[in-house]
Antibody, heavy 120, light 108 residues
Framework: QVQLVQSGAEVRRPGASVRVSCKPFGYSFPAYGVAWVRQAPGQGLEWMGWISPYSGHTDYAHSLQDRLTLTTDTPTNTAYMELRSLRSDDTALYYC?????????????WGQGTLVTVSS | EIVLTQSPGTLSLSPGDRATLSCRASETVSTSFFAWFQQTPGQPPRLLISGTSTRAAGVPDRFSGSGSGTDFTLTIRRLEPEDFAVYFCQQYFRPPHTFGPGTKVEFK
């Protein structure tokens, strides 16, 4: 079964960093890219960025590019999203999702989401 | 970045009704790079349509997409109870691959 499995919920203080992992099952990891999308409570979807495990190419949302780093680890077939200098408005459900390795498709398989709570 | 605007914000309809959802882009988007998603409470989004009009695997044919340039439409021919949800459009023509704010289809 094709699926993406994400790491568990996180709680951080303002100013801290968080790293969320995403591991695909049922397909070849290097053959597809990984997009990251977040959703604040009761709000819409915000595209954060994407990465190609094959080339390492990344694109980031303008509003996050100074604080966001997407990486992949091919030996363990895992993608990571790191967000730094966390603020309360970063509290959201963070999703990873599969896209084509060129980044030219919409996300078709989504992880279950990881809740990140930023609170003092 | 390309900004997407969806209308209406909320659509109040009954099962069996036809739903027409609109999405307008701030600049021209190639039809090859436009998608629609459905999201129900507590679930991740589900891809419905890519390339403006191509249904994803398993999506019923009562869902159809159309449009070009800056104006795109999702039509649900006859609403089933499971179709009452929030719908998002997305352009993946140029990064950042922005989403619209969503249209909620609710029971009238």
């Amino acid at each position: 079964q094709v699926q993406l499995v994400q790491s568990g919920a996180e709680v951080r203080r303002p100013g801290a960093s968080v790293r969320v992992s995403c591991k695909p099952f049922g397909y070849s990891f290097p053959a597809y890219g990984v997009a990251w999308v977040r959703q604040a409570p009761g709000q819409g979807l915000e595209w954060m960025g994407w990465i190609s495990p094959y080339s390492g190419h990344t694109d980031y949302a303008h509003s996050l590019q100074d604080r966001l780093t997407l990486t992949t680890d091919t030996p363990t077939n895992t993608a990571y999203m790191e967000l730094r200098s966390l603020r309360s408005d970063d509290t959201a459900l963070y999703y990873c999702a599969r896209v084509l390795v060129t980044g030219t498709t919409p996300p078709d398989i989504w992880g279950q989401g990881t809740l990140v709570t930023v609170s003092s | 970045e390309i900004v997407l605007t969806q209308s209406p914000g909320t659509l109040s309809l009954s099962p069996g009704d036809r739903a027409t959802l609109s999405c307008r882009a701030s600049e021209t988007v190639s039809t090859s790079f436009f998608a629609w998603f459905q999201q129900t409470p507590g679930q991740p989004p589900r891809l419905l349509i890519s390339g403006t009009s191509t249904r994803a695997a398993g999506v019923p044919d009562r869902f159809s997409g159309s449009g070009s340039g800056t104006d795109f439409t999702l039509t649900i021919r006859r609403l089933e109870p499971e179709d009452f949800a929030v719908y998002f459009c997305q352009q993946y023509f140029r990064p950042p691959h922005t989403f619209g704010p969503g249209t909620k289809v609710e029971f009238k």
